[in-house]
């Protein structure tokens, strides 16, 4: 009997505390039961600190190199990439959840599965390598020198006799395009395009206006089942991750997430899902177009507005160096905004927007 295996990869700096994201309030609502659906949650980049080093110094080190540099996300993707390795049976459906830089995690997890397949179980020394293998063909980008790791990474996938293993659902919130601040995005082979995901949900921020949270599309395909929504608000109005009780908006895109999910056959406990979304009595907030709108994004983040980093011109189609100065996302012509967007007092919603209307469950 096939079953569901759930992986949940947090954003950078978030674990389980008080001030919970969208992916652990959506992990706490699974249904946890052997034989039916297998459930793994893993923390942000940056929440773990070096061997060695006190704990609040090396909470603090941790924190700030997941943010500048993406430390230890190769970690994250091998622990992701071994549960499963570890746990697939033919027939499972593996269902993908990500927030921030752990949606950054969830699309890389799913590109290694279409590019190498699920390694047999105990191959564990092997995953760094591929991890490395992937890397080297994200800066290798075209020509020979990409050509020569893709050769290297079909050779390693016929090699490691590894088993089909498709991702049947990902679900996003709000994917940044780079790793870390410093250095330029790392545009990871099959990140954007992955023939093998069979169902993409992505919720963005209309509002994030943070030139180091960039958003990344995925590629435009009629033939599969994609879907990406945008929401009224900054990265964690719609990803979570602020106390409580300033937590309405993000529970518009939680229980459009959800709703998507289940429709894909993940199972939940009803009773947990309305619980977090505030429906039922308890500590958590409800979904209402008054809620907070977290749109200054603060001093320091201000003055990073004022740093150069690489971004592509799409007109010209290249690489140029600018600092982002507060400017606004880019959006498409006709983007498909949720409905709470029209509901907000004063709001201005996005000229074109196609209003998508969702009610849960």
């Known amino acids: 009997m096939s079953r569901n295996i759930v992986l949940c990869c947090d954003g950078t700096s978030n674990q389980f505390s008080k001030d919970r994201t969208s992916v652990i309030k959506?992990?706490?609502?699974l249904v946890k039961k052997e034989g039916e659906q297998l459930v793994y949650y893993h923390p942000g980049i940056g929440t773990r600190a070096p061997s060695g080093i006190g704990t609040q110094?090396?909470?603090?080190?941790?924190?700030?190199?997941?943010?500048?540099?993406?430390?230890?996300?190769?970690?994250d993707i091998v622990d992701a990439y071994r549960f499963l390795m570890n746990n697939y049976e033919d027939g499972d459906r593996i269902f993908i959840f990500g927030f921030s830089r752990g949606a950054y995690t969830a699309r890389v997890v799913s590109a290694m599965l279409h590019l190498y397949g699920l390694a047999m179980r105990g191959n564990d020394p092997l995953v760094p390598y591929a991890v490395e293998m992937l890397w080297a063909m994200a800066k290798a980008k075209e020509g020979a020198p990409y050509e020569a790791c893709a050769q290297l990474a079909r050779d390693f996938k016929k090699t490691i006799s590894s088993r089909e293993c498709k991702t049947h659902f990902l679900g996003v919130w709000d994917t940044v395009n780079s790793v870390g601040w410093i250095g330029s995005p790392l545009k990871i082979p099959f990140g954007r395009y992955n023939p093998d995901v069979e169902i993409v949900r992505h919720a963005k921020a209309l509002d994030e206006r943070r030139g180091?949270?960039?958003?990344?599309?995925?590629?435009?395909?009629?033939?599969?089942?994609?879907?990406?929504?945008?929401?009224?608000?900054?990265?964690c109005d719609v990803g979570g991750g602020w106390p409580e009780a300033e937590s309405g908006m993000s529970k518009y895109p939680l229980a459009w997430m959800a709703k998507e999910a289940v429709k894909a056959g993940?199972?939940?406990?009803?009773?947990?899902?309305?619980?977090?979304l505030g429906l039922s009595p308890g500590p958590y907030a409800a979904a209402t177009p008054t809620a907070p709108l977290h749109l200054w994004m603060g001093f320091s983040w201000a003055l990073t507005e004022f740093v150069p980093k690489k971004h592509w011109n799409f007109k010209k189609q290249c690489w140029e160096w600018r600092a982002n100065l507060f400017r606004r996302r880019s959006l498409p012509s006709a983007p498909v905004v949720h409905d709470v967007a029209w509901d907000i007092p004063g709001y201005a919603v996005p000229e074109g927007a196609l209003k998508l209307s969702v009610k849960y469950p």
């Open 212 to 235: 180091f949270f960039r958003v990344n599309w995925f590629a435009e395909d009629a033939t599969r089942d994609i879907q990406e929504v945008w929401f009224p608000g900054t990265h």
């Open 26 to 29: 959506l992990f706490h609502a």
């Open 57 to 75: 110094v090396g909470g603090m080190f941790a924190r700030i190199a997941g943010l500048a540099f993406g430390y230890r996300l190769q970690d």
């Open 266 to 276: 993940l199972l939940v406990d009803q009773s947990r899902m309305n619980e977090v």
